[in-house]
């Protein structure tokens, strides 16, 4: 925990100057105590489903554009929304399960510009009937979905942006398990650059947050993905979105130890 918070300040200082960033020290106890209230909330309801839909009413993520967060507004979304067009030509992707979806804002934007069919899961069922009922058309729905019990339907790509490091190493292998199992040929997902060692992975309780590096123990995925996209704006922590095939999804699993 520590070397991830002297992570963090790190990051803050090379990409948003020294005001800022003592600013930001300064104010760290204050919002620790409400995370940390907030957290304590969360992590006290029994169900993985009512957790993040609790997450969801309560804007917990506190964006004023999007309700899954700042990561998903379309600024922080740039460059993903850039890149993504080429990786589908590249690997011939026709059909998309895209999951969480949250709330569709940035993928709202890019379906438009490219021909694919589209499915959009959420363990938040009510996010999930709202979606439908504003943007369901021949190519576009939305079904409830989770990602720890259920398997993805049939895909060319399974897109898996800002989950895995909301999860406990228990749920995270079960959703690669489940990929697995799913015979999607692609998955899409979020790692933390994380030169140098500047954190550590570690257990949390799934709906908690922390960095992660799914090169590194216990996630052991391959060191050569398949494609690489930067999918952060300072003064963001620096992460990417990496695509792996199912074949080095089952090799990752292999050495996934809990």
């Not at 003592?22 to 304590?40: A, C, M």
Request: charged share 25%.
């Amino acid at each position: 925990m520590r070397k991830n918070l002297i992570y963090k300040f790190k990051n803050s200082f090379a990409n948003e100057g020294i005001l800022i960033a003592t600013l930001k020290i300064i104010k760290y106890p204050i919002n620790v105590f409400r995370k940390n209230k907030f957290k304590n909330e969360i992590l006290s309801i029994e169900s993985i489903e009512d957790r993040f839909t609790w997450i969801y009413k309560n804007n917990y993520w506190r964006s004023g554009e999007s309700a899954s967060g700042t990561g998903s507004t379309l600024k922080c979304t740039e460059n993903l929304r850039k890149e993504l067009p080429g990786l589908f030509r590249t690997y011939s992707i026709k059909k998309i399960f895209d999951a969480p979806c949250g709330d569709f804002n940035w993928m709202s934007h890019l379906l438009p510009v490219i021909e694919v069919e589209y499915i959009g899961g959420d363990i938040v069922r009510e996010l999930i009937d709202d979606l439908n009922s504003r943007y369901k058309s021949k190519n576009v729905s939305f079904v409830g979905f989770d990602l720890i019990k259920e398997i993805p339907p049939e895909a060319d790509l399974m897109i898996c942006r800002d989950c895995l490091f909301h999860f406990s190493y228990k749920d995270a292998k079960a959703v690669l398990e489940n990929f697995v199992e799913s015979k999607i040929a692609y998955l899409l997902t979020t790692t933390h650059k994380n030169s140098g060692g500047s954190f550590v992975n570690a257990n949390i309780s799934t709906g908690d947050f922390r960095y992660i590096d799914l090169f590194s123990h216990p996630y052991n995925f391959p060191a050569n993905p398949l494609c690489v996209i930067e999918d952060w704006i300072a003064p963001d922590p620096e992460r990417q979105m990496c695509l792996w095939s199912r074949e080095q999804i089952v090799l990752a699993l292999r050495s996934f130890q809990l």
